[in-house]
T-cell receptor, first 114, second 111 residues
Framework: NAGVMQNPRHLVRRRGQEARLRCSPM?????VYWYRQLPEEGLKFMVY????????ESGMPKERFSAEFPKEGPSILRIQQVVRGDSAAYFC????????????FGSGTQLSVL | KQEVTQIPAALSVPEGENLVLNCSFT??????LQWFRQDPGKGLTSLLL?????REQTSGRLNASLDKSSGRSTLYIAASQPGDSATYLC??????????FGKGTKLTVNP
């Protein structure tokens, strides 16, 4: 049973480009969470999704950021028109159900904006 | 709004020492609290999950306690080893189902 898979591991974009980060949850997990870790800061919640539904996006910036978790395929975190301040490590986590379950994290995607 | 504080921010100990990491949180209305370790450049590994109704959980050399009413949790590591060197994060989970993380304690165990 493979763990949570994130790709790419490293992503370099120039200002104004789009970044697409992918997350495949563990087999049998239907709940996906995205977190962002800025340099020297703790992990901050961004969005919580179930298949085809966004449950809580209270931590996601209102503009340029979007997330989806389609019926088939990985969860995608999309950042349009990236700026230098978007440079961070983005982590995805999954759980089989919802509250009161251990979360399993991927290795993250390190986004660098030039 | 939940706020999580971890003390100390960094800790350096000789191999074999027993140590305690502290975590405090402001909102006691939580489902559970999880402790994670993060190795440099890598994701998080879940170590222990304590339900709100529990007082402690043990796994090998690790023991985590939870005092929900006072908003505190501790992670006890017995007989520390160099391989324990990592950043340790605590994260309570509340009704909104999202984890709120502290900034972590960076532990270095010297051989």
């Amino acid at each position: 049973n493979a763990g949570v898979m994130q790709n790419p591991r490293h992503l370099v974009r120039r200002r104004g480009q789009e970044a697409r980060l992918r997350c495949s949850p563990m087999k049998g997990h239907s709940h996906v969470y995205w977190y962002r870790q800025l340099p020297e800061e703790g992990l901050k919640f961004m969005v919580y999704l179930q298949k085809e539904n966004i449950i809580d996006e209270s931590g996601m910036p209102k503009e340029r950021f979007s997330a989806e978790f389609p019926k088939e395929g990985p969860s995608i975190l999309r950042i349009q028109q990236v700026v230098r301040g978007d440079s961070a490590a983005y982590f995805c986590a999954s759980s089989p159900r919802s509250a009161n379950e251990k979360l399993f994290f991927g290795s993250g995607t390190q986004l660098s904006v030039l | 709004k939940q706020e999580v504080t971890q003390i100390p921010a960094a800790l350096s100990v000789p191999e074999g020492e027993n140590l305690v990491l502290n975590c405090s949180f402001t909102d006691s209305a939580i489902y559970n609290l999880q402790w994670f370790r993060q190795d440099p450049g890598k994701g998080l590994t879940s170590l222990l999950l304590i339900q709100s109704s529990q007082r402690e959980q043990t796994s090998g050399r690790l023991n985590a306690s939870l005092d929900k009413s006072s908003g505190r949790s501790t992670l006890y590591i017995a007989a520390s080893q160099p391989g324990d060197s990592a950043t340790y994060l605590c994260a309570p989970q509340g009704g909104s189902e999202k984890l709120v993380f502290g900034k972590g304690t960076k532990l270095t165990v010297n051989p």
